[in-house]
């Protein structure tokens, strides 16, 4: 056990007081809370569509489980093992000229699936995975058009190569 021994209150005691609130604002660890959606917040969604003729229960889940794998936090945390799994396991193979697709569930989940791949690459300074993105026409999200070419604009070092 940490720290010293306190007569008067009878136990160890820390020598410091190390806050969560503190630990997620230094990055040490990440808020759990910052996605959480409570059961009673579930069930009142899932009661509301029971009761109104007018939801399907099976569309409202689809809807649920739609927001939840477009969430920014799970995309984020899916691009990390993603891009991770690919530079230890993958990008060495072929004499280190590998490639991987990523599939997703739907155009928009491809689009935000390649922001959150993109980011993270960034973060990390692996300026040299090239993420490319292939999906047809043009997806609507939050208010912004995407296209395959407008989102694949590659830089003139990896195409003189």
Request: net charge neutral.
């Given at each position: 056990?940490?720290?010293?021994?306190?007569?008067?209150?009878g136990?160890?005691?820390?020598?410091?007081?190390?806050?969560?609130?503190?630990?997620?604002?230094?990055?040490?660890?990440?808020?759990?809370?910052?996605s959480?959606?409570?059961?009673?917040?579930?069930?009142?969604?899932?009661?509301?569509?029971?009761?109104?003729?007018?939801?399907?229960?099976?569309?409202?889940?689809?809807?649920?489980?739609?927001?939840?794998?477009?969430?920014?936090?799970?995309?984020?945390?899916?691009?990390?093992?993603?891009?991770?799994h690919?530079?230890?396991?993958?990008?060495?193979?072929?004499?280190?000229?590998?490639?991987?697709?990523?599939?997703?569930?739907?155009?928009?989940?491809?689009?935000?699936?390649?922001?959150?791949?993109?980011?993270?690459?960034?973060?990390?300074?692996?300026?040299?995975?090239?993420?490319?993105?292939?999906?047809?026409?043009?997806?609507?999200?939050?208010?912004a058009?995407?296209?395959?070419?407008?989102m694949?604009?590659?830089?003139?070092?990896?195409?003189s190569?």
């Amino acid at each position: 056990m940490f720290g010293a021994y306190d007569e008067e209150a009878g136990h160890r005691v820390p020598f410091h007081v190390y806050f969560m609130r503190q630990a997620i604002e230094e990055g040490f660890i990440h808020d759990v809370l910052a996605s959480y959606v409570t059961y009673g917040t579930y069930w009142k969604i899932q009661k509301a569509v029971e009761e109104d003729p007018e939801y399907d229960s099976r569309q409202a889940g689809a809807a649920i489980a739609r927001f939840v794998t477009l969430h920014e936090h799970n995309l984020s945390q899916k691009a990390q093992v993603i891009v991770e799994h690919f530079r230890r396991h993958v990008a060495g193979k072929i004499g280190g000229k590998a490639k991987a697709m990523v599939v997703t569930s739907s155009r928009k989940h491809a689009v935000r699936m390649t922001h959150a791949l993109r980011k993270y690459a960034n973060e990390q300074g692996y300026d040299a995975l090239g993420i490319l993105v292939a999906f047809s026409g043009t997806v609507e999200d939050e208010g912004a058009a995407f296209t395959e070419a407008q989102m694949n604009t590659i830089p003139k070092a990896i195409t003189s190569k």
